[in-house]
């Protein structure tokens, strides 16, 4: 065995099992990358020299760069706190607007943006991405609503309610499109009071 097999070798054999902390340690290569190039550029060469792995382990592990993509995701799932409850409609919706402006978020935005064309071809990366980072939001969601119908607030046939993520979301891909500038929170704070609210909280209900 030449000195370059018996290198690759011991490397197999490093991690044919992979740690908690070493899939953490790729996950987060695959991620910081996808913010830096999009998805078809992202070379799983890059991958390994970024994370300090050997790119055999991705193909024994997750057999290529859609399953390694889709793992990154979900194992970022944000968790959202069902302590998401100021007390009222508006100020669940004003902490969202909080949440989705804040610079955290504006990452999320980001590597959004680099996979949702790569999304169309891979099935499994587009159901990663939802249930990574789509049905937590929208979970989060359905309880601001329940909670405003339980108190009173906003009525239950309202059927503004149904759309309610696409107002939040319609805000955050229009405003780069429109306005040349992200959705920070300010301005999402602006446009719950002036779109948002009025439109829950509208008593022309049938």
Do not use: C
């Not at 065995?1 to 991690?15: F, N, P, Q, V």
């Amino acid at each position: 065995m030449s000195a370059g097999e018996a290198s690759e070798h011991a490397e197999r054999s490093r991690h044919s099992r992979l740690t908690a902390d070493r899939e953490r340690d790729i996950y987060e290569a695959v991620l910081t990358l996808l913010r830096e190039v999009d998805y078809d550029a992202l070379a799983m060469d890059d991958v390994a020299a970024r994370a300090r792995a050997s790119k055999a382990t991705f193909y024994r592990r997750w057999q290529g760069k859609p399953r390694l993509v889709a793992a990154a995701l979900r194992h970022r799932t944000p968790v959202e706190s069902d302590a998401l409850d100021t007390g009222s409609l508006a100020g669940d919706l004003h902490e969202i607007a909080r949440r989705a402006g804040g610079a955290a978020h504006q990452e999320d935005v980001v590597l959004l943006r680099a996979l949702s064309r790569a999304a169309h071809a891979h099935p499994e990366l587009a159901d990663a991405m939802y249930d990574s980072r789509i049905r937590p939001k929208l979970q989060t969601m359905r309880a601001v609503v329940d909670r405003a119908i339980d108190r009173g607030e906003v009525a239950a046939n309202n059927p503004a309610l149904g759309f309610l993520p696409h107002l939040i979301a319609g805000a955050n891909l229009a405003r780069p499109v429109v306005e040349r500038a992200e959705a920070d929170a300010a301005y999402l704070s602006r446009y719950v009071d002036a779109v948002v609210l009025p439109a829950l909280l509208s008593a022309d209900t049938p």
